[in-house]
Each structure stands twice: as structure tokens, then as C-alpha cells.
Nanobody, 116 residues
């Protein structure tokens, strides 16, 4: 089992920045892929960015050039640096860990609100 705890959400004006953190605990040795997803009201949950155990990253087009995903293996923590935030980035952001066997674990989510 893997437990995830997100933090760092909040309210920010358009053009501002936030950094989300996701701390993992439990069977962290089994984690292969870490990712950030988001879900806006009335919409499906969608991938934002992901990072592999080896540090390879993948971003959805709508955040390329604005968001950066990184991981600190010593702290078992993944970060999402969000710059130049837009009102359409408003959503609950979730951290997900995927194990080497394909099992997925979700955090409780953190709210990000961007005002225009």
C-alpha cells in the first residue's frame, strides 16, 4: 500500500504561481510512475503531468511551458511547479502513484483556484 498526501493548493490571481507537493509513504519502493491529475467541476479527471522513476517527464499540451513536474527521491516527494496560472487551471489537483505491478494510488486532492 502507498499513501499520498498533497499540499500547496490555494487561491491565486491569474499570472501567479503555486507549487504543489505530494509526499508518499508506505510501500514506496514499488512506485514506478508519479503523476498529477486535475478535475474541474463538471468535468472528467485529466492527466496534467507525470514523471517516471528514472526522471522521464510527460506533460499535457495545455500546461507545457508553464508547469514543471519534479521529484525528490530522498524525500519521497513529487512537486508540481505551476507558473502563469490561468482561470481555466482552477480544479482539484490529485497526485497518483502507479506501482510496478500497475496498481494505482490516489491522494485526497488539493484545491487550486485562479481568479481573473
Amino acid at each position: 500500500q502507498v499513501q499520498l498526501a498533497e499540499s500547496g493548493g490555494g487561491l491565486v490571481q491569474a499570472g501567479g504561481s503555486l507549487r504543489l507537493s505530494c509526499a508518499a509513504s508506505g510501500s514506496i519502493f514499488s512506485i514506478n510512475l508519479m503523476g498529477w491529475f486535475r478535475q474541474a467541476p463538471g468535468k472528467q479527471r485529466e492527466l496534467v503531468a507525470e514523471i517516471s522513476k528514472g526522471g522521464f517527464t510527460n506533460y499535457e499540451d495545455f500546461v507545457k511551458g508553464r508547469f514543471t513536474i519534479s521529484r525528490d527521491n530522498a524525500k519521497n516527494t513529487v512537486y508540481l511547479q505551476m507558473n502563469n496560472l490561468k482561470p481555466e487551471d482552477t480544479a482539484v489537483y490529485y497526485c497518483k502513484a502507479t506501482s510496478e505491478t500497475g496498481s494505482g494510488y490516489w491522494g485526497q486532492g488539493t484545491q487550486v483556484a485562479v481568479s481573473s
